[in-house]
Structure formats: C-alpha cells, structure tokens
C-alpha cells in the first residue's frame, strides 16, 4: 500500500496524546476522589464494573483517530486490472512424445486440462488463439474472447509426431498479425508455449524468438515431462525427455519467462499463474473512502458506547 499524500500520517501522532490524556485524567480521578459516608454500604449493594468499561470508549476513539489519519494521506493499492484488447497464443507441441504417461493421465491431456482451466482464470476480455504443431503448424483458432470456441479447439489435439517448435511459432505471431513498427500503445500480445522434446526444424526457434522480441511479444514456455519420460514407438521404448534449456533459451531471448512442470499439478499452478499475469496491468486505485468509513464507524461506536457505558461523551 502506497500514499498519495503521506504527510496525513502525521495525525497518527494524536494517537499516543490522546492515550497519555487519558492515563492522566485516570490517574486525576484516583488522586481526588469524592468521599460519601455510605461508601462501604454502596461498594457492597453495587455490581462490580468491568475494567473494560472504562477504555472501550477510548480505544475506539484512537482507532478513529488512527482510520482518520490513514484516510487523509489518501492510501492507493495496486491491482491487476484487464487490458482491452490484449492478445495470447497457446502453443501446443502435439508431437508423439505427448502421449507419455510420465504426467498423469497423459502429457497432452494435462496440457489440455491445463489450458482449459487457463482460459478461466484470464480476463473476460483478452483474446485468446491456439496453434498446434508437430512436423508442421496449424491454427486450430485464432485470437479470440469466445472461450468455448477455444475449448473445442483444445479437444481435437491428437499427438501425431515431429517437434516443428520454430514453425508453431512462427504461425502463432502470424496470427497476431503485429506490424514492425507499430505504434507503442497497441494492445499487449504474448505466446505460451508448451512443449517437451527438442525442436526438429533446427534454429528456427530462435530466429522467431527474436523477431517476438522485436515485435515485443514476448514468449513464456513450459517444459512438461520428467527425464525418465518415455513412450512406445514401433514395438519399442524410446525416451523422451523435456528439453528445458531449450525452452528457456526461447524464453531468455523474447523477453519472457520459463517453467518447469513434471506434473499435472505443477502444470496447472504454472498456468494459473499465467493466468493472473497476462493480460492484466498493475494499476494503482485509491481507497480513501475505506479508512474514511471505517473512522466514522468507529467514532459513533465511541460515543454509543460512551453513552451506554457512562452516560457521558468521551
């Protein structure tokens, strides 16, 4: 929390004068009490009084002090709030290596579950598209706010083979259809890709990675898969391991950021993570009107209570 005006806090220091005037007024009444012939007589008829009695008043007339003062340096909060327009690609590697049971059910159908649950913790209104890509890229659907149109894309991922990592990316900034040199303030646009084998175009990755990062798109990858990974092609088990260096490199070069997921929950922490940041800017709001509330509040408690309790003001 942040203040606009910070030099309202000085108010705080009413909080201790006031607790110092009120240990002095009690001492005052202690030091010269009013004698009565039938004390004794009245002590014994006469319920006790709560200690609490006697400072309920007070405490809350210090917190309405202490909201007062927070209310006038006029305290600000950040949040993540929607940017219109903004724009992500799911990048899904759908090579054969994705039906390996090393993540549970399957690594395609955890990246499917995950992407899934992504599309309901983004914004309403960030545009969300999905490429898949083994030996050669396909847009299943371009950028869109139509969740259920990207669910269903997400159900026809079938593993089939090749790691065409440089051709699913290179399709997936197509579809942004993002201009050089364009102007600064256009809508924000990232790539989320996910993949668990070594590219198979060779250096075509990095070469779009660049070009992201020119275009400021930038890439966040996620390596699936545990290195024992394995799967069974023609009669045989192969391994098939993540290639997370790779990915981070990706990542590195575009200006985004890497994960690691060996498994289903993993996976889906990554994306709701995803999902909080992108498409969302951090934006500073005011909330006065809380603390402003909250000290009128507690000062008419403070004068109920003193009322109530003494049949006096504080």
Known sequence: MSFVSPLGLLVLLAVPLALLAHVLAGRRRRRYPVRFPALATLAAVAAPEPRWNRHLPFALLALALAALAFSLARPEKTVQVAVERASVVLVTDVSRSMSATDVSPSRLEAARSAAKSFLDEVPDELRVGLVAYSDSAQTLQTPTTDRDAVSRALDTLQPISGTAT?????????????????????????????????????????????????????????????PEGTIELQGRTRAAPPDPEALKRLAATSGGEAFEAEDSDELDAVYDRLGSQIGTKPEKREITTYFAGAALLLLGAALVSSLRLGGRLP
């Open 166 to 226: 440089g051709a699913g990316l290179g399709t997936a900034l197509t579809d942004l259809k993002i201009r050089r040199g364009s102007s600064a303030r256009r809508p924000p646009a990232a790539l989320v890709l996910l993949s668990d084998g070594k590219a198979t175009d060779g250096s075509a990755a990095d070469r779009v990675a660049e070009e992201a990062r020119r275009l400021r798109v930038p890439i966040y990858t996620v390596a699936l898969g545990t």
